[in-house]
């Protein structure tokens, strides 16, 4: 039986399990990018990147012949691809400050609110608002653009492969060598963790080839908040009409069918159930009810800025640069170049306000 043949039903709920597997991975490795880069910028601990490099050259091993095949098992498959452009550098560079400000990405948002951490209440609306609200703007599609650059499609994925794959490599020398003199004083990780470092990325890497071949597409996150909240302004009285952005088949669709049968919206609610049972089961919920009106400020302006920076820049640190890079786009290399020096000031802010580094 190929994928193709599944009943609709059967697929959802497997994409829901999916999710929840991603989810309870997430909170086994303690895998994250917002915390890593803080360690990384603030105390010059670059030890918890090194999963991420992992999981981008594991899976950009894994897709490859896929993606050159069109796709596996009687399923079509498209890699994550976007123009290399300029509304991915602004769109990357807000991202990452706001990454800081509002203490998670589009995965660990998901991932802290499954654990019960009262601020992402606050983050994930103002997430799906920003996207959303970026949706409703077209200033950023006309930006310059050198269009989709597939390395895969240009190079070969052979030669693809095994360029990205010396980069990763060149990468996690050079960090390991900057960080060898700093790594020893930064402050203890708390962690609850007990995988190796490596585990993370290798169970990441697998289940993101599941999710490419049964959702057809890599891994992606942010595209849902942007729907939640235009299902909400059309319950409101908005019209769709009025943007360009919605009028696009795949964006009416949706919009017209129910966020149970949305791809990304399905994974999404499944990692946060997925973190929540994981972390239940091991004694990992961190519900506080106390919270300082500045972190709750922080934590709005923080989940605008992504929402915002993830619309125009074609998604976030997994729809854009795992999925992006692993599918040997440039433009998700390009989001990464952005989205750390965006980081750098988004820790800067956090100390200048008196939050935590």
């Known amino acids: 039986m190929s994928l193709l043949t599944l009943d609709p039903e ?31 910028i603030a105390h010059g601990d670059g030890s918890t990147v090194m999963p991420q490099l992992l999981l981008v050259g594991l899976c950009t091993a894994l897709f490859a012949p896929v993606l050159a ?43 802290a609110l499954g654990r019960g951490s009262l601020p992402m209440f606050v983050t994930l609306p103002a997430f799906c608002a920003g996207g959303f609200w970026a949706s409703l703007h077209s200033w950023w ?9 597939v390395l895969g499609e240009t190079l070969g994925w052979p030669q693809a492969v095994g360029l990205q794959v010396a980069v990763l490599l060149g990468l996690a020398w050079a960090l390991r060598r900057w960080t060898a003199g700093t790594r020893a004083s930064a402050p203890p990780r708390v962690t609850h963790s007990t995988w190796p470092w490596w585990w993370g990325g290798v ?41 360009a952005f919605w009028q696009g088949d795949f964006q009416q669709q ?30 990992g919920l961190v519900f506080r009810l ?29 729809g854009a640069f795992v999925s992006g890079a692993a599918s040997t786009s440039l433009h998700g ?4 170049a952005m989205a750390l020096p965006g980081n750098w000031v988004g820790v800067a802010l956090r100390r ?5 580094v």
């Open 10 to 40: 059967v697929r959802n709920i497997l994409l829901l399990l999916l999710g929840a597997l991603l989810g309870a991975t997430l909170f086994h490795a303690d895998f994250g990018f917002t915390g890593a880069y803080r360690r990384l």
């Open 203 to 243: 169970v990441l890497a697998l289940l993101c080839v599941i999710t490419l071949l049964l959702a057809g597409h890599p891994w992606t996150i942010t595209w849902a908040f942007t729907l939640w909240a235009a299902k909400v302004a059309v319950a409101l009285g908005w019209d769709p009409a009025t943007s």
């Open 333 to 336: 290399w390009l989001w990464i």
């Open 254 to 283: 949706a919009l017209q069918s129910s966020v149970f049968t949305d791809t990304t919206s399905l994974m999404d609610m499944g990692l946060i159930l997925g973190t929540f049972v994981a972390a239940a089961l091991a004694g």
């Open 69 to 111: 095949a069109g796709g596996l098992f009687g399923q079509g498959v498209a890699g994550a691809t976007a123009p290399v452009s300029l509304s991915v550098v602004i769109g990357a560079f807000v991202f990452g400050i706001g990454m800081q400000l509002g203490g998670g990405c589009g995965s660990g948002t998901l991932y």
């Open 352 to 356: 200048r306000i008196g939050l935590a």
């Open 290 to 318: 106390k919270t300082s009106p500045r972190q709750f400020l922080t934590a709005l302006v923080g989940g605008l800025m992504m929402g915002y920076g993830a619309r125009i820049a074609y998604g976030c640190n997994i």
């Open 141 to 149: 599609q006309e930006l310059p653009s050198a269009g989709e650059i």
